[in-house]
């Protein structure tokens, strides 16, 4: 079945590790997001990619990098995790179209500890 | 710049009443916006969009360009309604902006 995955949902973890979260889509679609979300606040973009080999910061400061090797894998890791990344990632996928909407995941819940 | 504000954070009203979540944007051009909704322990879908002029669960949405809003409205709200709403405006047809969200509590 089409979908966007995220794993893990939660992570846990330690100041100073480093940890990736994993988004796939099995969607075909091109344009690729990640969002981070603390509790009752606003999705702030942190990165997008058009395509492979695309990727944009977006609009809020973030200290992760991302990837987009393949078309359905859009990867963000944190060198060093510190307790100031304690949030909700979500992963977004659209398709070409100008007005297409966004498709979410799951999202991943990281609490550095 | 704040490009999507939603002013109520919690809404409370009991079934059957009609029920109005608001949103505000400010953009120059020709917006694109969005519902989306979060129901409990499951991921943020899409409720509705403009350009489609559609009906979603009972919920529509119209554009006021003068007055810069894309209220979400039901005439009769249901318990299942009980969810976060958020309000998006796609930026220039690549970025998503988002509001605060709004906590919908449709009581018995």
């Known amino acids: 079945e089409a979908d966007i995955y995220q794993t893990p949902r939660y992570l846990v973890i330690g100041t100073g590790k480093k940890i990736t979260l994993e988004c796939s889509q099995t969607m075909g679609h091109d344009k690729m997001y990640w969002y981070q979300q603390d509790p009752g606040m606003e999705l702030h973009l942190i990165h997008y990619?058009?395509?492979?080999?695309?990727?944009e910061k977006g609009d809020l400061s973030s200290e992760s990098t991302v990837s987009r090797i393949r078309t359905e894998h859009f990867p963000l890791t944190l060198e060093s995790a510190r307790p100031s990344h304690t949030s909700q990632y979500l992963c977004a996928s659209r398709d070409r179209g100008n007005n297409s909407p966004l498709h979410f995941g799951n999202g991943t819940r990281l609490t550095v500890t | 710049a704040q490009r999507v504000t939603q002013p109520e954070k919690l809404l409370s009203v009991f079934k059957g009443a009609p029920v109005e979540l608001k949103c505000n944007y400010s953009?120059?051009?020709?917006?694109?916006l969005f519902w989306y909704v979060q129901y409990s322990r499951q991921r943020l879908q899409l409720l509705l969009r403009h350009i489609s002029r559609e009906s979603i669960k009972g919920f529509t949405a119209d554009l006021n360009k003068g007055e810069t809003s894309f209220h979400l409205k039901k005439p009769f709200a249901q318990e299942e309604d009980s969810a976060m709403y958020y309000c998006?405006?796609?930026?220039?047809?690549?970025?998503?902006?988002f509001g605060s969200g709004t906590k919908l509590n449709v009581k018995p």
């Open positions: 990619s058009y395509g492979v080999n695309s990727t």
């Open positions: 953009y120059s051009g020709s917006p694109e």
């Open positions: 998006a405006l796609n930026h220039n047809f690549n970025k998503f902006y």
